[in-house]
């Protein structure tokens, strides 16, 4: 199976950006993965990069991949206190998403 | 063009109990994929169905669990015999044919008792 993981918490302050990091195991993963997960709800597909990219932005979301450390990261520019949430990474590979154990986003007003 | 659906989305059961989870993916998606979470964890895979078939079911428990997807309706999970460590939250997702891209429901939290 494949190890992911990230950092559990995070707090920053309304209108900063904030930075969620991510390491995995599996080089040969070949989509990676962001979901957003709020309160007693289900996941919510953020946004996902291809093994072979290395940067992807989408609006307020800039996705980055060092695929040679393993490392992907999620930065939220202009952070709001409805991005309140836990993230989850989840590298997948041949249909087969592994999670992270989240990482609780705390945005201050 | 409505999302995935699970029910129900609460789900309490004695221990010993069976709990019946059903799925139904979004339309036109044909591949169904069920993940647990227990409290303060990611999802962990558990199946991924299609159409009347089983691809993986490498991250279901060897006993007491089994999921089907019939030709026509939900797709299922059933534990039998349930414990106190079946308690958490189980996800379903659903994909088109050949993506990866997994929609995922609002899930079913399983209690217990």
């Known amino acids: 199976g494949e190890d992911v993981e990230q950092s559990l918490f995070l707090s920053v302050r309304e209108g900063d950006s904030s930075v969620i990091n991510c390491t995995y195991t599996?080089?040969?993963?070949?989509?990676l993965y962001w979901y957003k997960q709020e309160p007693g709800a289900g996941l919510q597909l953020l946004t996902y990069i291809f093994s072979n990219m290395d940067m992807k932005q989408d609006q307020r979301l800039t996705v980055l991949l060092n695929k040679k450390d393993k490392h992907l990261s999620l930065r939220i520019a202009d952070t709001q206190t409805g991005d309140s949430a836990i993230y989850f990474c989840?590298?997948?590979?041949?249909?087969?998403?592994?999670f992270g154990s989240g990482t609780k986003l705390n945005v201050k007003p | 063009n409505a999302g995935v659906m699970q029910n129900p989305r609460h789900l309490v059961r004695r221990r010993g109990q069976e709990a019946r989870l059903r799925c139904s993916p979004m339309k036109g998606h044909s591949h169904v994929y069920w993940y647990r979470q227990l409290p303060e964890e990611g999802l962990k895979f558990m199946v991924y169905l299609q159409k009347e078939n089983i691809i993986d079911e490498s991250g279901m428990p060897k006993e007491r669990f089994s999921a089907e997807f019939p030709k026509e309706g939900p797709s299922i999970l059933r534990i039998q015999q349930v414990v106190r460590g079946d308690s958490a939250a189980y996800f379903c997702?659903?994909?088109?044919?050949?993506?990866?891209?997994?929609?995922f429901g609002p899930g079913t939290r399983l209690t217990v008792l």
């Open positions: 997702a659903s994909s088109h044919d050949g993506s990866n891209e997994q929609f």
């Open positions: 599996d080089s040969s993963s070949t989509y």
């Open positions: 989840a590298p997948a590979k041949l249909n087969k998403f592994y």
